[in-house]
Each structure stands twice: as C-alpha cells, then as structure tokens.
Antibody, heavy 118, light 107 residues
Framework: QVQLQESGPGLVKPSETLSLTCTVSGDSINNYQWSWIRQPPGKGLQWIGYIYHSGSTNYNPSLKSRVTISTDASKNQFSLKLSSVTAADTAVYYC????????????WGQGTLVTVSS | DIEMTQSPSSLSASVGDRVTITCQAS??????VNWYQQKSGKAPKLLIYDASKLDSGVPSRFSGSGSGTDFTFTISSLQPEDFATYYC??????????FGGGTKVDI
C-alpha cells in the first residue's frame, strides 16, 4: 500500500515561497500521478495541481502562475513550490496519489498546516 | 473551469437514516466523479470512483450514481462512524480536478 508523508516549514512569511515535499513509500514514484491539495482552516478542499510520472504537469488555473510541482525519483519524492504567498494561502496541505484515468485521489498524506504570517 | 455544486451544505440525521447528497456539474463530465469522506482533523478518504464504483474495503451501504451533469451519493443506513463531511470531485477533459463545497453530516 502506498504511504505518503508531507514535510516542510509550518510558517512562511508573506511574499515568500512555500516549499513542501512529499515522500512516497510502498511504491515507485515512477507509477501513478501525484497531486497536491489544500484546505484552508474550516473550509473545503482545493486542488493545486499534479505531476505525471513522465514529469508533465497540470495546475489549477487560479494558482498556475505561482505553482511549480516537481519530482525527485532518486528520493521517491515530489515537491510543491508556491510563490508570493499571502495569508490566503494559509491551509493544511495534502499530497496524494491519483489514478490517471479517473482522477481519483486514492492515497493521501496526513496533511501539514502551513501558516503565512510575518 | 467546471464547477461542482454540492447540496445540501449540511444535514442532520440519525443512525439508520438514508442520506442522499447531490452534485451538479456545470458541464457534461461523463462519469468522472469521485466521492470522499473526511473526518475532523483527518485526510479525506476515497469512497466512490467513476461515479458508482466502490473503492476497496468501503462498506456496501455507500453508493453512487449518475452521469453527465447530475450525480448522487447515498448512505443507505447511517452508522455512528459515518458522521463526517463528504465531498464530490470531478475530473474533466482538460484533466483538471474540482471539488464540490462539501456536505457536513451530523446528528
């Protein structure tokens, strides 16, 4: 069974870049499609983007100008960078594996809270 | 962008009740709808994929139906462990994902 674990700073200053890493165990990152999703406190889920095992990406249009998702196959990890953050980017950030054909997010990390504050 | 309108946003129910949640897509999305359960402080859990297929290990009291723009999620007999928030999610021809606003099911 695939397991995922997010890691990264829990506090980021406004205008800086949020950086998170998701470590995958139980399967190779060269399989599947890998997603980032976030959830502001008390609110619903927002898809950020995903990366295919081939390295091609697809991002939420509302975040596209600020998002980069990449993989490091040697470490079986994938990463999220979100630039020019504001308080509105404060959220629990989840990484997940997603099925290519259905878009179903079948395995999730536990999530990590990132607060944007000076 | 395709929007998913989920209703109701919340509902109160009792153990044993039949619960129904709907999602309407702003465009035809075939059957590319998935349903998740999220308990407080936890990551969402996939319950239904491809509109009606039960994920592995998910109890049969959960079901999904629909195609095109209108989708339904049903819990046939609500159990104490089912009190949670439920989300629909679509996957469109542009390969983007969108979630519905969520339905909180409580007592």
């Amino acid at each position: 069974q695939v397991q995922l674990q997010e890691s990264g700073p829990g506090l980021v200053k406004p205008s800086e870049t949020l950086s998170l890493t998701c470590t995958v165990s139980g399967d190779s990152i060269n399989n599947y499609q890998w997603s980032w999703i976030r959830q502001p406190p008390g609110k619903g889920l927002q898809w950020i983007g995903y990366i295919y095992h081939s390295g091609s990406t697809n991002y939420n249009p509302s975040l596209k100008s600020r998002v980069t998702i990449s993989t490091d196959a040697s470490k079986n990890q994938f990463s999220l960078k979100l630039s020019s953050v504001t308080a509105a980017d404060t959220a629990v950030y989840y990484c997940a594996s997603s099925e290519i054909l259905t878009g179903a997010l079948d395995f999730w990390g536990q999530g990590t809270l990132v607060t944007v504050s000076s | 962008d395709i929007e998913m309108t989920q209703s109701p946003s919340s509902l109160s129910a009792s153990v044993g009740d039949r619960v129904t949640i709907t999602c309407q897509a702003s465009q035809d999305i075939n059957n590319f709808v998935n349903w998740y359960q999220q308990k407080s402080g936890k990551a969402p859990k996939l319950l239904i994929y491809d509109a009606s297929k039960l994920d592995s290990g998910v109890p049969s009291r959960f079901s999904g139906s629909g195609s095109g723009t209108d989708f339904t999620f049903t819990i046939s007999s609500l159990q104490p462990e089912d009190f949670a928030t439920y989300y629909c999610q679509q996957y469109d021809r542009h390969l983007a994902l969108t979630f519905g606003g969520g339905t909180k099911v409580d007592i």
